[in-house]
């Protein structure tokens, strides 16, 4: 990549989103986990300033109609278009985009940012872990029916991108127990290995998305930082941060151990994901810190074998083939 812009830990999304507003104008982005406190809402709030349409997403229409006004009150020009979506119900991915699809609007970028709360075993509706359903299964299909939609905004010098906000801590996992992912054995549940392994599987989707499509999609992961959002608050996941040493006795950040980011400093690397042009020839790779950092991946999560694996493993579970005909998604 060239020397500038440059980007850092300390970069915010407003930062890159100035730096990159020449390529936010006139796309179209849609944003999953926009709540407020949140790195998705400053994500979206960022791109909003610039793009054409920002479309943000929750299962909670209350919560989301704050997000909106919130955006709104502070980019008044803002175009931005609301989605109830329920990642972890496939029959509600189905649903939400039945609907969304209607729009003849092509979408430019997907960033998958919403995930589930690290805390105590807990199954979706469909049967599988929590974490793994609505961090990867949830993401996955949603990707599968836009794919079309965002086919459909390529044009001879753009190529539409799909992003997904992984983490560094993919690291302390062990990778993809493939014997679990269907059949979760409730006594061996660990709340952190299950946030590492989904965190792995977002990592090594954009991996094999950006292979199995042969150029149509772009796809990258990143590690936003360690951040202070509405998700490390949650009663639910208190304790187990409590219990990697994030969090102090008080709830609040442990800063002696861990160097954290604000939450604008936090979606920085996805904007950068979203739309920085010297990404255009590295499809598949992680960032962090607002650059690349593929060598940093773990072993376990970077193996193509693997990352065919476990493409295969989740069509078989959302019951649909995610495929490419010359560059064309397949439904």
């Known amino acids: 990549m060239s020397a500038s812009p440059t980007f850092s830990f300390a970069s915010t999304a407003d930062d890159v989103a100035t730096a990159f507003a020449a390529e936010i104008r006139g ?27 920002v479309t943000i997403t929750g299962y909670n229409a209350d919560r989301l109609k704050l997000t909106a006004e919130a955006i709104k009150k502070a980019v008044p020009a803002a175009n931005i278009r609301r989605m109830i979506l329920d990642l972890s119900s496939l029959a509600a991915i189905r649903q939400a985009t039945d609907d969304f699809n209607a729009d003849p609007r092509p979408i430019h970028v997907l960033i998958h940012n919403a995930a589930a709360a690290i805390g105590p075993f807990k199954l979706t509706v469909d049967g599988l872990e929590n974490q793994f359903g609505t961090d990867h299964v949830g ?6 029916l836009l794919a079309p939609k965002l086919i459909a905004a390529t044009t001879p010098s753009y190529t539409p991108r799909v992003i997904f906000v ?30 590492f392994q989904a965190k792995s599987a977002n990592i090594l989707t954009a991996i094999e ?7 149509a999609i772009n796809a990258y992961s990143l590690h936003p930082g360690v951040i202070f959002t509405n998700m490390t608050q949650k ?5 187990e941060l409590q219990a990697l040493g994030m969090l102090g006795p008080d709830g609040q950040p442990n800063r002696e151990k861990f160097e954290w980011k604000t939450i604008a400093q936090g979606a920085a690397t996805t904007v950068v994901a979203a739309f920085d042009p010297r990404l255009n020839d590295k499809p598949g790779a992680y960032l962090n810190d607002g650059a690349v950092a593929t060598e940093s991946v773990a072993p376990h999560s970077s193996d193509p074998v693997v ?9 078989k579970i959302i019951g649909e083939d995610f495929e490419f005909n010359s560059g064309v998604a397949l439904l």
């Open 235 to 239: 009663e639910e996941s208190v304790t």
């Open 209 to 215: 998305l950006s292979k199995r499509s042969k150029g």
């Open 139 to 144: 993401p996955f299909l949603l990707t599968k």
């Open 307 to 315: 990352a065919e694996k476990l493409w295969a493993v989740t069509e």
């Open 166 to 195: 992984a983490s560094a801590a993919h690291a302390f996992g062990t990778g993809i127990d493939f014997a679990s992912l269907e059949h979760q054995d409730v006594t061996k549940y660990n709340p952190s290995l299950a946030y």
């Open 27 to 53: 796309k179209n982005v849609l944003v999953t986990g926009t709540s407020l406190n949140g790195i998705g809402y400053e994500t979206a709030l960022a791109i909003a300033k610039h793009a054409s349409l």
